[in-house]
């Protein structure tokens, strides 16, 4: 069956460290994948898309890589701070289906 | 622009009752989609709408779940009996664009509805 497994539900770090969060997929074969931030009480928020064929993606201080031999996304915010705090949910995509893992909930510490 | 506007934000309702959602998604976007958000299983795709007529249905859970998109700018989701099994938060999203999905699709703020 098909399965978007996030790490830990929840990453605990202090201000101004990377946090690394990851997507594993199994019986996908995802053309894109994206990135959505999610805060309490708020719909997701579109972050970052990489496709099958890019190993890297950046945004200001956000970072993508995608392995598709792997099947896995690695998300990281360098320097972070308390305002990345939030649920980051990474997507699979074909054609115009969004397939969502449960989500990694951050907390940066000042 | 005000983005995709649900309503209503909040519903609470007991078992057997009807429940409609409402969206509105952005204007100049012909891709509409209704997803449901649960502890337990995520977020689900239940419907996804192009140009107005419904194209993927699968994940709309039984019969009681009906949606439908009379025009560009309005969609509904209607539960009819609502279940405790329901109590989930609604999110509507819409996108421009039909082909492959990388394509940005904007999220409303949800509807948190409560089945008891």
């Known amino acids: 069956s098909q399965k978007i497994e996030q790490n830990s539900e929840a990453l605990n770090i202090q201000e101004g460290k990377t946090a690394t969060l990851t997507c594993n997929y199994t019986?996908?074969?995802?053309?894109?994948l994206q990135w959505y931030r999610q805060d309490p009480g708020r719909g997701p928020v579109f972050l970052l898309l990489?496709?099958?064929?890019?190993k890297e993606k950046r945004k200001e201080r956000l970072k993508v890589t995608f392995d598709t031999t792997l099947k896995q996304s690695l998300f990281h915010i360098t320097a972070s701070q308390p305002a990345d705090s939030a649920t980051y949910l990474c997507?699979?995509?074909?054609?115009?289906?969004?397939?969502f893992g449960a989500g990694t909930t951050v907390t940066v510490r000042a | 622009d005000a983005g995709v506007i649900q309503s209503p934000r909040h519903e609470v309702t007991e078992m057997g009752q009807e429940v409609t959602l409402r969206c509105k998604p952005i204007?100049?976007?012909?891709?509409l989609f209704w997803y449901r958000q649960t502890m337990m299983r995520g977020l689900e795709l239940l419907i996804y709408?192009?140009?107005?007529?419904?194209i993927d249905d699968s994940g709309m859970p039984e019969d009681r779940f009906s949606a439908k998109m009379p025009n560009a700018s309005f969609s509904t989701l209607k539960i009819q009996p609502s279940e405790p099994r329901d109590s989930a938060v609604y999110f509507c999203?819409?996108?421009w664009g039909q082909g492959v999905g990388a394509d940005t699709q904007y999220f409303g703020p949800g509807t948190r509805l409560t089945v008891l």
């Open positions: 999203a819409s996108r």
């Open positions: 019986n996908y074969s995802p053309a894109y």
């Open positions: 990489i496709r099958e064929n890019e």
């Open positions: 997507a699979l995509i074909n054609d115009y289906k969004l397939s």
């Open positions: 204007s100049g976007h012909n891709s």
């Open positions: 709408f192009n140009n107005n007529v419904p």
